[in-house]
């Protein structure tokens, strides 16, 4: 006769501590890390903690008042909104106002000076050839550039390392120790342009002295050129946002740059690549070479055909005409040399970047071209008063909730509350923990509505629980004993939670995809808490009424555990009987035949 199969009831039963084990250590785990990281509370959105608002008006280019159009308009909500908020729950939210204004608002916490630029470079991206660049006015004096044979895009005044763009298809080029200045990186491509009159070139002293042309009005151009250059002091704030921010892509232009704290300025010739030849940019890590981190750069078909051009024609040429320049909004952001044509559609700017130089550099590479101009009409601080307010209501509906959850589970399932009520504890210390832990992680911000997603999660949590108790509750009004029954109802229940939490989660992810700012924050909580709930009903739950179900409390069904049978209407156990066979079993009444 083929043994019972209770192996694995009896494993699943008798090693309930394991799970219990397994989320303690999580959330021991969890709790370190947090107090490690030194953010010990989450981060607060701009409705609950104050922040920065920004409103930004649109401004056409001359005779193109028509593109100020609703196209245009949330064309540029969709790159701002991707700049300053990257996966969508830093809660930094930005919207239209009207027909020509876009109103960002930065939650407090968030870098707002970083946010606040990468939202005022709103205007168009160009590679434009670098004529020639010098320090600022009171800057040390530059180092000789490199002749590196690979694009260097970042040097400094010291002796800072070089940092390198070339075909990502061959390979990034080694940093090289030599010491440059970012500043320097110019084109003679420009100098060939044929639509170029003026050909300025690099003298000994690193200043520009454009030559003159054939052509009176190109030479007064460039002499217009040369003494704009020549006046140009980048170390003055109000400079640096103003030079070269009205020129046309046409047109040779003056810029200022900051490499390594330290401004430079430029002399740049017509752009050769426009941003939205751009198609993505990122940053990345490279392990292989241990060159650090780099930003890869894909081109669409024309533009890669326009970069393998340019590239080729200014390899031809020395340091620091070897160069271009990457212009933001009129300010040079990085400025890679090159010594050889970047072909196939892609490239790498590489060297001594850190991390948030490289995402940021790879930022606006792929979302830098605006198809409009931008001008900052205010910058105002929003207040936290009113914030903290709501963050005070938010927090007693969420006690009061809970409160209500607590005496439901009291005064209807009595002694199984020492099981949910420690349940919902442990829910709310892994959402408390992972929420402060996400804060500085992945940009995530604490805002109103996702103060109401952790309140509707009570629900999700506790409707669990009572799935659960209900089934437990039916096995036993069938006439099981306690132990049987909860094993018998947990796959039902299992199978009821599940499908009931893959229906909230369902609705979550889709409600933060196609959603932004503060409804994305309680989608995310939403989705977040669902996640919980089956962690915390698998690994200490079920295990944790296992455990209780060998207690003489519960196991004889006390009439305060909560499984009382005879509360429940259990019926009486089945008892059957084997009748004695033959003779034996005496005569046969014929009633029970």
């Not at 009409?377 to 009113?386: C, F, G, K």
Request: proline share 5%; hydrophobic share 40%.
């Amino acid at each position: 006769m083929a043994a019972p199969k209770r192996g694995r009831s009896a494993s699943a039963q008798s090693k309930p501590g394991r799970s219990l084990a397994l989320i303690l250590i999580a959330i021991v785990a969890l709790t370190g890390g947090m107090f490690a990281s030194g953010h010990t509370t989450p981060r607060l959105g701009i409705d609950l903690a104050g922040g920065t608002s920004i409103t930004l008006r649109a401004v056409p280019e001359k005779g193109q008042e028509s593109a100020i159009n609703k196209a245009n308009m949330d064309t540029a909500v969709d790159i701002m909104n991707r700049r300053v908020n990257g996966l969508g729950v830093s809660e930094a939210e930005v919207q239209t106002q009207g027909s020509r204004n876009i109103i960002v608002n930065i939650p407090k916490g968030t870098n707002s000076e970083q946010a606040r630029q990468q939202v005022g470079t709103t205007a168009k991206l160009y590679f434009r050839p670098v004529l020639a660049n010098d320090p600022s006015v009171g800057a040390s004096a530059s180092p000789s550039p490199s002749a590196s044979g690979s694009a260097s895009s970042s040097p400094s005044s010291s002796a800072s390392p070089k940092t390198t763009a070339s075909s990502s298809k061959t390979g990034s080029a080694t940093p090289s120790a030599t010491a440059t200045s970012q500043g320097r990186a110019v084109s003679d491509a420009l100098k060939a342009d044929s639509t170029s009159s003026a050909s300025p070139s690099a003298s000994a002293s690193a200043s520009a002295t454009p030559s003159a042309s054939s052509s009176s009005a190109a030479s007064a151009a460039a002499a217009k050129l040369e003494a704009q250059y020549t006046a140009l002091d980048c170390s003055k704030k109000s400079v640096q946002n103003t030079a070269g921010r009205t020129a046309k892509a046409t047109d040779a232009t003056v810029a200022c740059g900051q490499i390594s704290g330290v401004w430079y300025k430029y002399l740049l010739g017509p752009a050769a690549v426009d941003g939205t030849d751009v198609k993505k940019a990122a940053a990345v890590l490279n392990t292989t070479t241990a060159a650090g981190w780099q930003v890869t750069m894909d081109f669409t078909g024309k533009g890669g055909d326009k970069f393998a051009k340019v590239t080729g024609e200014l390899a031809k040429n020395t340091s620091p005409q070897n160069e271009f320049g990457i212009v933001l909004d009129g300010q040079v952001v990085s400025s890679p040399s090159v010594t050889s044509s970047i072909t196939g559609g892609s490239a790498e700017i590489s060297g001594s970047f850190s991390q948030q130089e490289a995402q940021s550099l790879a930022n606006m590479l792929s979302y830098g071209a605006l198809p409009l101009t931008f001008k900052t009409d205010s910058v105002t601080t929003v207040t936290a008063a009113l914030g903290g307010e709501q963050l005070h209501a938010g927090l007693i509906a969420g006690a009061i909730g809970l409160a209500l959850v607590v005496i439901y589970l009291l005064i209807f399932y009595r002694g199984l509350s020492v099981i949910a009520i420690p349940s919902l504890l442990v829910s709310a210390i892994l959402t408390y923990v992972i929420m402060a832990l996400l804060g500085p992680g992945i940009g995530f911000a604490l805002n109103l509505p996702a103060v109401c997603g952790a309140i509707v999660a009570i629900g999700i949590t506790a409707d669990s629980f009572i799935v659960f108790f209900e089934r437990i509750r039916d096995e036993i009004r069938e006439g099981r004993s306690l132990r049987p029954s909860v094993e018998r109802a947990w796959p039902r229940a299992r199978r009821t939670i599940l499908v009931s939490d893959f229906v909230s989660f369902l609705a979550a992810a889709v409600l933060f995809i196609v959603t932004v700012g503060k409804v994305q924050g309680f989608a995310f909580t939403l989705g977040l808490t669902t996640v919980l709930d089956v962690v915390v009903v698998f690994l200490f739950t079920k295990p944790l009424m296992t455990i209780l179900a060998r207690r003489k409390f519960f196991a004889d069904g006390h009439k305060w555990s909560g499984i009382d049978p005879k509360a429940l209407g259990a019926k009486p156990p089945l008892r059957r009987t084997r009748r004695p066979a033959g003779s034996a079993a005496g005569p046969v009444d014929p009633k029970e035949a």
